[in-house]
């Protein structure tokens, strides 16, 4: 079994700056990509950042040069610096994860989510 738990979200005002973090737990192998995901009220889940075990990242243009992606492979924990924070970036904020276990192929598995909310 393999769990995905997010923390760090809360209620901020725009121009903050706040971290998510994401811890994945169980009987993992390896990891190979994992990514932030976002969706807001009446919206589609879309991809904030994405960064594979080498290292690479990719990001949505809407928060390129204001959110970091970083991962700790050694602990399998995911992070996302989010500096100069704008009402647009309020939503459900989600960890994913494709991820190899002992003895089976990869497969992508969601945190539960954590808000986010940019309000003045």
């Known amino acids: 079994q393999v769990q995905l738990v997010e923390s760090g979200g809360g209620l901020v005002q725009p121009g903050d700056s706040l971290t998510l973090s994401c811890a994945a737990s169980?009987?993992?192998?390896?990891?190979?990509?994992m990514a932030w995901y976002r969706q807001a009220p009446g919206k589609e889940r879309e991809l904030v950042a994405g960064?594979?075990?080498?290292?690479?990242?990719n990001y949505a243009d809407s928060v390129k040069g204001r959110f970091t992606i970083s991962r700790d492979n050694a602990e399998n924990r995911l992070y996302l610096q989010m500096n100069n924070l704008k009402p647009e970036d309020t939503a459900v904020y989600y960890c994913?994860?494709?991820?190899?276990?002992?003895?089976?192929?990869?497969?992508?598995?969601w945190g539960q989510g954590t808000q986010v909310t940019v309000s003045s």
């Open positions: 994913n994860a494709n991820i190899r276990r002992f003895g089976r192929p990869s497969s992508d598995y």
């Open positions: 169980g009987t993992i192998f390896s990891i190979n990509v």
């Open positions: 960064i594979i075990s080498g290292g690479r990242t």
